[in-house]
């Protein structure tokens, strides 16, 4: 039988073991390696959280002796003992996923002191009041995190002592305080446990390594996973460390640190410390530290070390870390290494100066950043002309702008978040039990709490403003307000964050639309250098058009003519063509709308001057265009009821009849694409003239071409396109002769159903291009309506993890994307040089695009604000392949 290794000492570890060992175990080996001071400490592997998860939380064969054995020889090398009263080991018990997750999981500290070992403990370190404060600490948060029972016990019970010594901080309590308040604490967790609490040390161990196994699977850790689409199958390490103490004393402290600021990116110190803490101190935001370059004049030997590991780690990792660190006495410990969470914005600045630095190359840096990033750079601003002064000021701790109406509760977030309300989450400090909160809120304010707070380092990983430790702000919890300067705000009042000053505004501010800066610019022209797909933009209008350009689209990858169809000017004159009773009456009703059609088309081949313009004939059925059937029904009877003008029942009357014939019971798979246009070749032959005079009209006005793309829709049948490629050319045929003039076009279709897909070599017989229609592919290849699946179980699916995102966010791999396939390589099997693109939301999507690459299309096409995005997850795909 094959022995599996679940722990590995501190020495047996290094990077390239992150999957075994998590991020935090093989970040501390690593640095064990090269010499960098860290605590002794043993890693029992993410394969052991996972066997346990699969074993309905037993733990398997051989590791608690593993443990144990893991456990004897940290003793031996440290010369101390778990549960030694003349030598006592004190433990950490932390959390190592994979993939960073900064508070989502559980860590025990202290673990070790009891009544018998705090004298020797105190002994050690000289200090009593250090010996009992870390008894408290411990029995709080094993109460809490291992033994369930609920915090504000302890924390009422803290808050009630502080009030009657008459003091503000934690620090200012003595050493006999705090040795009542460990009498106290074990009082509570007796009476909660309903039992004596456990001074077994061993005991101790087994039970936080179980819960931290646990916390994993716990929600705010499995909110994270969801929103960061992390793999709940990774599972996590447990790093069982030998503890080291910032709160020994003034010549000890905690801190985290930044390579590089993150929030802006610039090469600068970026880090907060506390004097006499540990480290849950300074990332829950209980107190709010000191910057960092404080340090040097109250540890100078401590500061100039951790400055010179910052760099050494740097230049090692070739990316800006985050660390945490410790100094116990005067020495500097290094408890952690990671690549560091960051804005969009310092994303590219650390990414294009490092390139600049010769650190990491242009393809290094593309690989380095997730495209998601980019998309929060191309969110608007605050317009600095508001002309308004702040009512508070904070901590910068996450740039952007943040407009909502308060709520001071992450559950309430979360529900008013989702249903699409703009909300900004105020709290006296975030947990990381608030992150369902805080992603669907717009922003984050704090009263507590620091740069490197839990608040303000989850927030710059999701693009949220957040200003943290704001000034002067009371929050009331219990009745939902916040007051500043003696006036009181609640749930119905509106404030504006800008998270790049701090700044706080008791109003909605003016936004303005985002500059993309030189740094952004740099990236995407990596991109263009290395990535094959093209990409174009969806857009219908000239303004769409222009935004598109301007953000690097290649063309019109799918111009909707449905939507100018909409438009209240025009809407009249296609209701007259819907209910007309002879090809006469609509031919008079489409003549009318063929000029405004025409006046649209030039506008977008002004913008896209020199670019292909793919149109889509019109694609919904007519009855879209019409009121609803309820709606018309019940205005008909009122007008019946309360006796009204007869002229008006009587057109309500005739109208409320065409809605009633143009039901359909399923719309989308009914008189919809070219349907409509066999029945109505009347249709196709208007859309087909405003897009040729436009063409013509653009060229003799402006001396503007534009490669012009005709796309039939909902084609399922060869025949189908083969009938309405005729009416096109026919048209066209017939527009070119009168005007006297020549005109280059194609015609293609839109590959939406999968018959069309499967019988794609018959189709691409009367086909110039295809144009993949991924949204109602991914409907009709996988059965299923949208906007019911989307109300409905396609939620429950995700979190159930029976698929792992929507399928109308990201394709459909295996079934979708295998029909998108089959449809390119039947389509070029009978034309090998045939034109493939994808104008679908997928087009937008990263993990689409990397399928698409890998398929072979020519093209994607998407938002216009989210052509950036394309441009760089093709280069990303690219690079996947090398």
């Not at 002067?472 to 009181?488: F, M, S």
């Amino acid at each position: 039988m094959t022995h599996t290794e679940y722990v590995y000492d501190l020495a047996d570890g290094d990077a390239s073991m992150r999957n075994l060992l998590g991020g935090k175990g093989a970040g501390v080996a690593e640095m064990n390696r090269l010499g960098v001071p860290v605590p002794d400490a043993f890693t029992v592997t993410t394969t052991a959280c996972v066997e346990t998860m699969n074993r309905g939380g037993e733990w398997p064969d051989g590791l608690w002796e593993q443990v144990q054995e893991g456990l004897r020889r940290l003793e031996e090398r440290t010369g101390l003992g778990l549960g030694d009263p003349e030598k006592p080991l004190l433990l950490s018990v932390r959390s190592g996923a994979v993939q960073s997750m900064p508070g989502m999981m559980d860590t025990i500290l202290n673990l070790g002191v009891s009544e018998e070992t705090v004298p020797a403990l105190a002994k050690a370190g000289g200090n009593e009041r250090f010996a009992w404060d870390s008894y408290r600490r411990f029995i709080q948060m094993y109460g809490e995190v291992v033994e369930g029972i609920e915090p504000h016990l302890y924390e009422d019970a803290l808050t009630k002592l502080k009030r009657e010594r008459g003091v503000e901080q934690d620090t200012e309590l003595s050493a006999e305080d705090l040795k009542e308040l460990v009498a106290t604490f074990k009082k509570l967790s007796d009476d909660a446990l309903g039992g004596a609490w456990s001074n077994d040390p061993t005991e101790q161990l087994r039970k936080a390594i179980d819960a931290v196994f646990r916390s994993w699977q716990n929600p705010r850790a499995d909110v994270y996973r969801r929103a960061n689409n992390i793999p709940a199958s990774l599972g996590t390490a447990v790093n069982v460390m030998q503890m080291v103490f910032g709160n020994r004393g003034d010549d000890s402290a905690t801190g985290v640190c930044f390579t590089r600021n993150p929030s802006t990116g610039a090469k600068e110190l970026y880090g907060e410390f506390l004097v006499n803490a540990q480290g849950e101190d300074v990332v829950a935001g209980i107190r709010t530290p000191k910057p960092l370059a404080e340090m040097r004049e109250v540890l100078p030997e401590a500061y100039d070390q951790l400055i010179d590991t910052m760099n050494k780690m740097e230049q090692h990792y070739k990316d800006m870390q985050d660390m945490e660190f410790t100094v116990e006495g005067g020495q500097l410990y290094l408890l952690q290494t990671r690549n560091g969470k960051r804005t969009a914005a310092a994303t590219l600045k650390i990414a294009n100066d490092m390139v600049d630095e010769g650190i990491i190359s242009s393809d290094e840096a593309l690989q380095r950043i997730e495209p998601e990033q980019l998309d929060q750079l191309l969110h608007p601003a605050i317009d600095p002309e508001h002309g308004q002064s702040p009512i508070a000021k904070g901590l910068p701790a996450s740039p952007g702008a943040a407009v909502g109406t308060l709520v001071f509760d992450a559950d309430t977030a979360a529900d008013k978040g989702a249903a699409g309300e703009q909300v900004v989450l105020v709290r006296f400090e975030t947990t990381p039990d608030d992150i369902h909160g805080v992603i669907h809120a717009q922003g984050v304010l704090t009263a507590h709490g620091g740069m490197t707070s839990h608040a303000a380092v989850v927030a710059r990983g999701m693009g949220k403003p957040c200003v943290a430790g704001a000034q002067g702000i009371r929050i009331n919890p219990a009745e939902k307000t916040v007051t500043v300067d003696g006036k009181t705000y609640g749930e119905s009042d509106t404030f504006t964050l800008d998270g790049s000053t701090g700044e706080v505004y008791d109003s909605a501010l003016p936004l303005v639309p985002p500059q993309i800066n030189a740094d952004f610019e740099h990236v995407v022209n990596w991109a263009d250098e290395k990535r094959r797909l093209g990409v174009r933009a969806n857009a219908d209008n000239a303004e769409d058009a222009a935004k598109a350009r301007e953000l690097g689209a290649e063309g019109i990858g799918l111009c909707r003519t449905e939507h100018m169809f909409m438009a209240a000017d025009r809407l009249p004159a296609v209701r007259r063509m819907i209910l007309a009773e002879d090809d006469e009456a609509r031919a008079a009703a489409l003549a009318e709308i063929l000029p405004m059609q025409q006046e649209d088309f030039e506008g977008i081949f002004h913008a896209m001057a020199g670019l292909p313009v793919t149109v889509r004939l019109l694609d919904p059925p007519l009855h879209e265009f019409l009121p609803d059937l309820v709606e018309q029904s019940l205005k008909v009877q009122k007008l019946e009821l309360t006796g009204g003008d007869a002229a008006e029942l009587e057109r309500e009357k005739v109208l409320l009849g065409s809605v009633k014939r143009l039901h359909e019971q399923n719309p989308m798979l009914g008189t919809r694409g070219c349907r409509l246009g066999m029945l109505y070749p009347e249709i196709p032959e208007m859309q087909t003239r405003a897009i040729v005079r436009a063409a013509l009209a653009v060229r003799e006005q402006r001396g503007e071409t534009v490669t012009v793309e005709i796309m039939i829709p909902l084609v399922a049948y060869a025949e189908e396109l083969k009938r309405q490629r005729a009416i096109v050319e026919d048209t066209v045929a017939d527009e070119l002769e009168r005007a006297g003039a020549e005109l280059e076009y194609t015609v293609g279709t839109m590959i939406e159903l999968p018959r069309a897909a499967i019988t794609a070599d018959q189709i691409a017989e009367y086909a110039d291009f295809f144009s993949f229609g991924t949204n109602d592919l991914s409907q009709t290849g996988i059965g299923i309506s949208r906007d019911d699946a989307e109300r409905g179980f396609l939620g429950q699916y995700v979190h159930d993890e029976v698929i792992p995102r929507s399928p109308f966010e990201s394709i459909d791999r295996d079934g979708v994307g295998e029909l998108v396939r089959i449809g390119v390589e039947k389509g070029r099997s009978v034309k090998p040089d045939l034109k493939t693109g994808v104008c679908g939301e997928h087009g937008g999507d990263p993990e689409s695009i990397a399928l698409f690459e890998e398929i072979g299309l020519d093209y994607v096409s998407c938002s216009p604000y989210r052509v950036p995005i394309a441009r760089f997850a093709a280069a990303r795909a690219v690079l996947g392949k090398d």
